[in-house]
């Protein structure tokens, strides 16, 4: 069965600060592999997801994320984060031709100003 | 195009009663699903219909049941609330979930079981 980890469940940033977020997944197979976010009161958006092709994707706001398939990892990273980054952040994989996503735990990000 | 949208926002309820959550989504995917948001535990799957006239159970499916009316709607529905039952539940659609597409998500409803 798949499952996803995200390592931090807290992060703390000020504004500027460079971001990393870490994701493992747990599956020999093909995947596809997306990051979520939900600000504040709000519903679950798409940030990136890969598919196939360049390992290195990119999404909106800044944010991209990097498949290592021999480390079965997907990071989120951002340059520079800003106040408005404040969110939760889920990591999630699908299984090809499987029809579930399954997902992480999550990660809060609090961005200082 | 409003996406997938879900009623009622808020609900509180006491235990024993019963409730459906409706759910719809007008772009046509194929796939849709029922999860709920517990604080530290992320997104659960309850249940997903990966096509009309097809449900199956997801993570978490005790206390729940589904129907997929039709290929827009996929209501869920809790026979017997328990306070365990407490949570933020999540509707999501999908164009294909075996193909790995994306899930859009309706706002969510808070429910309260007392």
């Known amino acids: 069965a798949q499952s996803v980890s995200q390592h931090n469940h807290h992060v703390i940033l000020s504004e500027a600060a460079s971001l990393e977020l870490g994701c493992n997944y747990s599956?020999?197979?093909?995947?596809?592999l997306f990051w979520y976010v939900q600000y504040p009161g709000q519903h679950l958006q798409l940030l990136l997801k890969y598919f196939s092709g360049d390992p290195l994707v990119k999404g909106i706001k800044g944010f991209e994320a990097e498949f290592i398939k021999s480390k079965f990892s997907f990071n989120l990273r951002k340059p520079s984060v800003q106040w408005s980054d404040t969110a939760e952040y889920f990591c999630?994989?699908?299984?090809?031709?499987?029809?579930?996503?399954?997902f992480g735990k999550g990660t809060r990000l609090h961005i200082l100003p | 195009n409003a996406g997938v949208t879900q009623t009622p926002k808020f609900q509180v309820l006491k235990t024993g009663q019963s409730m459906t959550l409706q759910c719809a989504q007008d772009m046509n995917h194929n796939s849709m699903y029922w999860y709920r948001q517990d604080p530290g535990m992320g997104l659960r799957l309850i249940y997903y219909?990966?096509?009309?006239?097809?449900?199956d159970k997801g993570e978490v499916p005790n206390g729940y049941n589904v129907s997929r009316l039709n290929k827009r709607e996929f209501s869920l529905r809790l026979e017997s609330a328990a306070p365990s039952q407490t949570s933020v539940y999540f509707c999501?659609?999908?164009?294909?979930?075996?193909?790995?597409?994306?899930?859009?998500f309706g706002p969510g409803t808070r429910l309260t079981v007392l």
């Open positions: 999630a994989v699908n299984a090809l031709g499987d029809d579930k996503i399954i």
């Open positions: 219909s990966a096509s009309e006239g097809t449900t």
């Open positions: 999501a659609s999908s164009e294909d979930g075996g193909l790995g597409y994306e899930q859009f």
């Open positions: 599956y020999g197979g093909t995947v596809n």
